[in-house]
């Protein structure tokens, strides 16, 4: 038992490691992160064409092209994303999600996080920004954007699955922390 948590642990680790500074350092990775964030909003646009309307309306996203997660009973996600205000690029968000409870497997998925008012967006700027237990997760397909509403915190989150298989059923939370 202490060997399976343990490497469910490792995987948690090894999960939010891969993205520990919330900007990329070089202007590659920025140019990289910057074209898989249009990507990733295209293609979940293309999904759904009400999403596309959702974002034009609101005050921002973050954009997270490329988020892995995995586990084995403690499970762990990881990723870097773009904020955009008023559709304009302001900065990078890091996003970290721990997780315990019965869960296998690993996975990579696109997420956008809608912040419907200044109020959100400013929120999510000021410091570390709890997504987890306020919003659950919508997956992209046609129609989905117009039967969405925000939470009380003027929230919204849509995934794109991947690639890759994860049975989850866990206490889960996201955190996303902003870098100018």
């Known amino acids: 038992m202490l060997r399976m948590l343990g490497l469910g642990l490792f995987v948690a680790l090894a999960g939010a490691a891969g993205c520990a500074s919330t900007a990329p350092k070089t202007t590659e990775q920025r140019a990289t992160l910057?074209?898989?964030?249009?990507?990733?909003?295209?293609?979940?646009?293309?999904?759904?064409?009400d999403l596309k309307s959702m974002l034009d309306q609101a005050a921002g996203y973050v954009v997270f092209p490329n988020i892995r997660q995995g586990g084995f009973i403690v499970g762990g996600a990881g990723g870097r994303g773009v904020l955009y205000e008023h559709g304009k690029q302001v900065g990078y968000a890091q996003l970290s999600q721990a997780s315990v409870g019965a869960?296998?497997?690993?996975?990579?998925?696109?997420?956008?996080?809608?912040?419907?008012?200044?109020?959100?967006?400013?929120?999510?700027?000021?410091?570390?920004?709890?997504?987890?237990?306020?919003?659950?997760?919508?997956?992209?397909?046609?129609?989905?954007?117009?039967?969405?509403?925000?939470?009380?915190?003027?929230?919204?989150?849509?995934?794109?699955?991947?690639?890759?298989?994860?049975?989850?059923?866990?206490?889960?939370?996201?955190?996303?922390?902003?870098?100018?």
Not at 34 to 49: I, K, L, P
Not at 133 to 138: D, K, L, N, V
């Open 34 to 49: 910057d074209t898989d964030a249009q990507s990733a909003v295209a293609e979940m646009t293309a999904a759904d064409s």
């Open 103 to 180: 869960q296998l497997g690993g996975q990579s998925y696109a997420e956008i996080v809608v912040l419907r008012d200044q109020a959100a967006v400013d929120r999510m700027k000021s410091k570390e920004f709890d997504v987890g237990g306020q919003a659950s997760a919508i997956a992209v397909k046609a129609g989905a954007a117009a039967s969405t509403s925000f939470t009380d915190d003027g929230i919204a989150v849509f995934v794109n699955p991947k690639k890759g298989a994860m049975i989850n059923v866990s206490l889960t939370g996201q955190r996303v922390k902003y870098s100018g």
